[in-house]
């Protein structure tokens, strides 16, 4: 999990719903890369929404899995295409 760190590229992304965050910090303690943090803003509710640091993420999906509110945390992981395969057309 350090190579992202190391090279510099992210593998992942994590979208946080920073209204429906609600401070609970489970995803900061558990973030393998430790690229999320609580914000110094309040949300409206009044809790400190955790926020993405904006690089270096793995996509490994932990911080979403720990949160309990099902809405506040999105992970998207990098996939790398494939040329497509060659097709033939054989009418």
């Known amino acids: 999990m350090q190579a992202a760190s190391q090279t510099g590229r992210s593998r992942g992304m994590v ?8 401070e609970g910090s489970l995803c900061v303690e558990v973030c393998p890369p430790q ?3 609580i ?6 509710m009044g809790y400190h ?3 993405y640091l904006g690089s270096d993420c793995t996509g490994c999906g932990v911080c979403f899995y720990v ?5 506040a945390i999105t992970v998207y992981k990098r996939v790398h295409a494939t040329p497509a ?4 057309d054989s009418r």
Not at 39 to 44: A, D, G, I, M, T
């Open 15 to 22: 979208v946080i719903s920073a209204e429906d965050c609600k």
């Open 85 to 88: 395969a060659a097709t033939s």
């Open 39 to 44: 914000s110094e803003v309040l949300n409206r």
């Open 67 to 71: 949160c309990p509110e099902p809405s």
């Open 49 to 51: 929404p955790v926020e």
């Open 35 to 37: 690229v999320l943090r």
